[in-house]
């Protein structure tokens, strides 16, 4: 069956520090792999995606960036982060090829101070 | 463009009493619509899924979702509800990159 994976599960970070947070699927091949952001509220805002290794499509300029270095691995950076940047972090996958039935990871809670 | 509207930041009910959570959703052709729940501080789970067939569809944790086409809707139901239900409930529908969200809709069932 397939997993997903996000670490860490919390970070709490200086303003102006550098970002890295890290996901990962297992047991499927070639997903379109998916960074959210969810603020204090509840709306979910999607900032990257990607079909494929080194694919990135953003959604939303901003003072983020993502990378797909392996075929089921995304990662998330920021050389500087802003308050702005506080919220509860969301990697999501499906099959290749498809928008259907996302399925998330677990989350990391960013805090920026 | 494919959007839902969730018209709800909050449902209160009491336990063991019906609960129904609304979304109408604006699509061009067929509509493909999603529910997923989401617990505190926790990723986003599915719930269920309409595709096509049956305008009532059944998913997880004993809920059920009803399908109408004439009123654009795709409501999310639990004949009984409990307190473990109490959650963030976020419709979505495919958009081109990725689905699109509801602004979600917070379920408080008291005891």
């Known amino acids: 069956s397939q997993t997903i994976h996000q670490w860490p599960a919390t970070l709490v970070q200086p303003v102006g520090s550098p970002l890295s947070l890290e996901c990962t699927v297992e047991?499927?091949?070639?997903?379109?792999l998916y960074w959210y952001r969810q603020a204090a509220g509840r709306g979910l805002q999607l900032l990257f995606y990607s079909v494929g290794i080194g694919q990135i499509s953003s959604e939303v300029p901003q003072n983020l960036s993502a990378s797909r270095p392996q075929d089921r691995q995304f990662i998330l950076s920021s050389k500087k982060l802003l308050l702005s940047d506080s919220g509860f972090y969301l990697c999501a996958w499906t099959p290749g090829g498809t928008v259907y039935e996302q399925y998330f990871g677990p989350g990391t809670r960013l805090t920026v101070t | 463009a494919q959007s839902v509207a969730q018209p709800e930041d909050q449902v209160n009910v009491a336990e063991g009493n019906p609960l129904t959570v609304k979304c109408t959703y604006s699509v061009s052709g067929n509509p493909y619509l999603f529910w997923y729940v989401q617990y505190p501080n926790r990723g986003l789970q599915f719930l269920l899924k309409y595709i096509t067939g049956d305008n009532l569809v059944k998913g997880s944790y004993g809920f059920e979702a009803e399908f109408n086409k004439s009123q654009t809707s795709f409501h999310l139901k639990k004949p009984s509800a409990l307190v473990s239900d109490s959650a963030l409930y976020f419709c979505?529908?495919?958009?081109?990159?990725?689905?699109?969200f509801g602004k979600g809709t917070m379920l408080l069932v008291s005891p």
């Open positions: 979505a529908v495919p958009g081109y990159s990725t689905l699109t």
């Open positions: 047991g499927t091949s070639n997903p379109n």
